[in-house]
């Protein structure tokens, strides 16, 4: 049966496909389109011969054996093979090469997308909004020749964006899905505002920087621990910039989100009062180690500022620090002591 196996084969080669790929393929994809075929043999193979463009189909017929004692059930044999290639299976073994040749094309290119992405998980890459009326829940971002998704789950609350319009993304996942390579990106991820940073401070590409910390509510503000690797560094404004101007640079990625800006400490009760800002914190007591659990002590004047808006100050520091804070009135305490010493002076009367 005719089939022009060299056109195939130098259009596969074009795309990067062997010739040995190819021919597996559709050897594969011809026998199974034979087994389809009225009266076909259960056993048979193809035969490609590239020189001659044609296939053959060595097909065998099964002979019963007579049961024994010894094997009531025998397996058949199987005959000496011979050329079963049906007469009329040219249109169908053309629409079946086509179907391959257009299987591996996918596939191919799939690789190549798989390839150059595959490298880029965790990375910041820049893309093209593309709103897909079909799939209103997800927003489609174009990266080059290829669409990323950016899910539900993955954006940030109120953020709206127009068709065409240029944004930065944190790729969270490249994997190979039903349908090719799927590309999941986000917008809300912590890791985002560690990317940007990275692009505006020199400081932590040389290592003199480090972020050692992220604590995000995406879209509202985040809160972020630095330390200084280099003596003499201020990591805090390596990061704030002249005037401003790099964590500006880094929140105009990220909408009306605020910036909280911290300096790290592996002292327990510092981190947390750090993590605390704005508040001052008059001081903090170490409850229990083992459990992470602190209780911080603000003047009265200042309760509201460190546990902020619907709790989110405190709650940003205690992700941020990895500690359970509690939060106490420096002035109930002194009252609550100055009692306690008063009933220790009367006791002693």
Do not use: C
């Not at 050692?212 to 995406?218: C, D, F, G, Y």
């Amino acid at each position: 049966m005719e089939l022009d196996l060299a056109g195939m084969q130098k259009l596969a080669a074009e795309q990067g496909i062997d010739a040995e790929t190819l021919d597996a393929a559709l050897s594969e994809a011809l026998r199974l389109a034979y087994l389809k075929t009225p009266h076909a043999a259960k056993h048979a193979r193809i035969e490609l011969d590239s020189r001659a463009g044609s296939f053959t189909v060595w097909a065998q017929r099964e002979i019963p054996q007579q049961p024994t004692e010894d094997d009531p059930h025998p397996a058949p044999l199987l005959s000496e093979e011979y050329d079963d290639t049906p007469k009329d299976f040219g249109r169908l073994a053309a629409a079946t090469a086509r179907q391959v040749i257009t299987q591996l094309f996918r596939r191919a290119a799939d690789d190549k997308v798989f390839g150059a992405f595959s490298g880029q998980k965790g990375k910041l890459i820049t893309g093209v909004i593309q709103q897909d009326s079909k799939d209103p829940g997800n927003i489609h971002v174009a990266v080059g020749d290829v669409e990323a998704i950016l899910p539900r789950r993955e954006q940030v609350p109120g953020e709206r964006f127009r068709h065409g319009e240029r944004v930065r993304v944190y790729v969270v996942n490249v994997s190979r899905g039903l349908r090719g390579p799927e590309i999941v990106v986000s917008r809300s991820h912590p890791e985002l505002v560690r990317r940007l940073f990275e692009r505006e401070v020199p400081e932590i590409a040389a290592g003199a920087v480090s972020i050692m910390s992220i604590a995000r509510e995406a879209g509202a503000r985040t809160k972020i621990a630095v330390r200084a690797n280099t003596p003499g560094v201020n990591p805090k404004g390596a990061l704030i910039g002249p005037g401003g101007s790099r964590v500006r640079a880094v929140m105009e990625n990220l909408g009306q989100e605020k910036i909280d800006i911290v300096d790290y400490s592996t002292d327990p009760a510092q981190f947390v009062a750090a993590a605390l800002s704005p508040a001052h914190t008059t001081s903090v007591q170490v409850v229990s180690e083992k459990n992470k659990t602190a209780i911080a002590f603000i003047h009265d004047d200042q309760l509201s500022l460190a546990i902020g808006k619907e709790g989110q100050n405190a709650r940003l520091a205690a992700k941020l620090t990895g500690w359970k804070i509690g939060i106490e009135s420096e002035e109930t305490r002194a009252r609550k002591a100055a009692e306690a010493q008063a009933n220790n002076d009367a006791q002693v009367d």
